[in-house]
């Protein structure tokens, strides 16, 4: 019975093409709702890599200071480790208290893409980066952008936020509305 409703439903009926004769485009409501449900992906990932990228031997071998392990190996020291690791959060921290005044001051649509763009630039700072300073700042700016997501898509309970402005952006016959 299930298998039957699978077969039946078409592109159509679950609204990414839009009715015939119906103005708009399901694509951008698409496009923006991949768009938004980005930003929940961007913290557990940048968390999650960060401990194995420093621990990479090309890694150290560009970034380090001249701290050397027991065995002759460049190595950063223990604080430039915890500094590069706990700088996210920092940056996230600051983000979600400057979400809300963004949100007001430019709307809630054009601040997750003001958020992502920031997030971006931390990312190009990082990956431009042969220094651990340069390496700190993009950690901080992209912590930045991912705090002005987790507090835009948290104003009143993520899932709800992210569902109302998903369904906010999309056209009409998307919404089931005639």
């Known amino acids: 019975m299930f298998s039957e409703k699978i077969k039946s439903l078409d592109l ?27 930003g929940g992906v961007l913290f557990g990932y940048d968390t999650g ?35 590069i690791v706990s700088i996210l959060s920092a940056g996230t921290f600051f983000g979600a208290l400057g979400a809300a005044p963004l ?16 997030f971006c630039f931390g990312v190009v700072l990082q990956t431009a980066s042969s220094t651990i300073p340069l390496f700190v700042a993009g950690r901080f700016f992209a912590g930045f952008g991912v705090g002005l997501i987790s507090a835009l898509s948290k104003l009143l309970n993520r899932l709800f936020i992210l569902a109302l402005l998903i369904s906010s952006s999309s056209p009409l016959p998307i919404r089931n509305r005639p």
């Open 49 to 83: 890599t960060i401990g194995g990228i420093i621990a990479m031997p090309q890694w150290l071998k560009t970034f380090s200071t001249g701290f050397t392990d027991v065995f002759g190996n460049p190595a950063i020291t223990a604080a430039q480790s915890s500094l």
């Open 12 to 38: 159509r009926s679950i609204g990414i093409i839009k009715p015939k004769g119906v103005p708009g485009s399901s694509f951008t409501a698409i496009g923006v709702g991949l768009f938004v449900a980005f």
């Open 103 to 118: 949100a007001d001051f430019r709307g809630r649509k054009l601040a997750l893409i003001i958020s992502l763009c920031v």
